[in-house]
């Protein structure tokens, strides 16, 4: 009995262990991207950024200033727009990493559904077995008296 309910914890247990390895995969691969994702948005945000600063730089009048000005606007909108792409992939990458993770942690609670289940109907058939075999001692030891 003990051997048994040691035999099913350790299975469970590898089984956990095996899932955990899995979504911490899956985490850490996720954190990764994302984390190359931004840093390649910061890293052209603040070329582009730098490249304006450098142009700003050389201004000397008025004029050379209305040139500058629209560059400058474009500049910023241009990184909004870059921020704006990279959430929205970072949130699409999350999402997608979130999903196999649920997939994960239902595989693992269907298997350990089915195999609850299956120890359950086990001991059910051992009980049903044991209670017809004390029936029958019963009406085998009324029999002889």
């Known amino acids: 009995m003990y051997t048994q309910f040691n035999e099913q914890f350790a299975a469970a247990t590898?089984?956990?262990a095996d899932a955990a390895a899995q979504i911490n995969r899956l985490a850490v691969e996720n954190t990764e991207a994302l984390f190359g994702l931004?840093?390649?948005?910061?890293?052209?945000r603040?070329?582009?950024?730098?490249?304006f600063i450098g142009e700003a730089a050389e201004v000397r009048d008025?004029?050379?200033?209305k040139t500058v000005w629209p560059k400058g606007v474009q500049v910023a909108r241009d990184n909004v727009e870059r921020g704006v792409a990279v959430s929205q992939e970072?949130?699409?990458?999350?999402t997608k990493a979130n999903e196999q993770i649920a997939e994960i942690a239902k595989g693992q609670l269907e298997?350990?559904?089915?195999?609850?289940?299956?120890?359950?109907?086990?001991v059910g058939q051992a009980v049903n077995?044991?209670?017809?075999?004390?029936?029958?001692?019963?009406?085998?030891?009324?029999k002889a008296k």
Do not use: C, P, W, Y
């Open 46 to 51: 603040a070329n582009a950024t730098f490249a």
């Open 111 to 122: 298997s350990a559904a089915k195999s609850a289940q299956a120890s359950a109907e086990q």
């Open 129 to 142: 077995e044991k209670a017809q075999s004390f029936a029958q001692q019963a009406a085998k030891a009324s």
């Open 62 to 65: 008025a004029e050379a200033l």
């Open 38 to 44: 931004q840093l390649a948005a910061i890293q052209d």
């Open 14 to 16: 590898r089984q956990f």
């Open 90 to 94: 970072v949130m699409g990458r999350t």
